[in-house]
């Protein structure tokens, strides 16, 4: 029997509704939502029915506080050839290390621990703010409006087709610069969070850091141009953490080829100065892209 069928579905309650203004604060007060991961009594309320492993929203509580939070145990993790080693529930939490490290708040607040289900990954569940300006749009095939930039031509039926585009936006370029380091393989408009506060968060992290270019994303709107100053700093800042701490931090979550690997890329990334370009030899597009 699969692994993600050992976890059952479970519909006990009516689950309370998380409030974009209060999961925002709470991500962004870092020691505090740690903490509340770690040591908080998670209750289960349902198993979100668009994953494709074994995704429980809970909620998490403790001294008085209480949170809604994601809990992706590793027993309902579906096996995947490309990713033989570890855990879906390590990788992300590795994710959430390295852009930790970076100083951009790019992931909600990750930690490891056991729940009901056995050991997982228990994030913060970030409301998206339903007042934000969106992250894609479909526009004129001709080229993008001012202030977009162009992902792919999409067939919109009836024979017609329309730019893909999103916004050019610092945020989103730090996350772009993010997923070339973790070498991100499933990059969806779905995995982008816009938060209350004007933050703009990165979820579903667990096919990252293969040995092999997998980079698969939305965020091709800076491909091949000069990297941002400050990325290039930031990349050198991690080059030296991986080296140190964070790389300690990183080790039980990934392999040592794994490791090596980020390094490669960071080094890569360093060297040319530029965006990644798409890979000829790997879909750019994640499926699907939404």
């Not at 996350?175 to 968060?201: E, F, M, P, Q, S």
């Not at 990644?276 to 750019?284: G, K, Q």
Request: aromatic share 4%; hydrophobic share 45%; charged share 20%.
């Amino acid at each position: 029997m699969p692994a993600r069928e050992r976890v059952p579905a479970l519909n006990t309650d009516t689950p309370p509704q998380a409030d974009p203004v209060a999961g925002a604060a709470l991500a962004a007060d870092v020691p505090t939502a740690l903490s509340l991961l770690r040591e908080g009594e998670l209750t289960v309320h349902g198993r979100l029915a668009d994953a494709s492993n074994a995704a429980l929203y809970c909620s998490v509580s403790a001294d008085g506080r209480s949170a809604q939070a994601v809990y992706k145990p590793v027993a309902g993790e579906r096996p995947l050839w490309d990713f033989p080693d570890g855990t879906l529930a390590g990788r992300e939490v590795a994710a959430y290390e390295l852009a930790a490290a970076t100083g951009w708040a790019l992931i909600p607040p990750t930690v490891l621990r056991d729940g009901p289900h056995g050991p997982g990954m228990v994030q913060l569940w970030v409301e998206p703010d339903p007042g934000a300006d969106p992250l894609l749009a479909l526009q004129d095939p001709a080229g993008p409006e001012a202030g977009w930039l162009p992902i792919v031509r999409a067939d919109v039926g009836d024979g017609r087709t329309a730019l893909l585009v999103h916004p050019d936006d610092r945020r989103l370029r730090r996350l772009a610069v993010l997923d070339a380091v973790l070498n991100n393989a499933d990059r969806k408009g779905g995995h982008l969070i816009a938060a209350a506060d004007g933050r703009i968060y990165g979820i579903d992290h667990g096919v990252t850091f293969n040995t092999e270019g997998k980079l698969r994303t939305l965020l091709w709107g800076w491909a091949g141009e000069p990297l941002p100053d400050e990325a290039v700093e930031v990349l050198a800042d991690l080059a030296g953490q991986l080296d140190g701490a964070l790389g300690e931090r990183l080790a039980p979550h990934l392999t040592a080829a794994e490791l090596a690997a980020a390094r490669a890329r960071i080094a890569e990334l360093r060297r040319t100065g530029r965006h990644p370009l798409p890979s000829e030899e790997w879909p750019a597009i994640p499926w699907p892209p939404i």
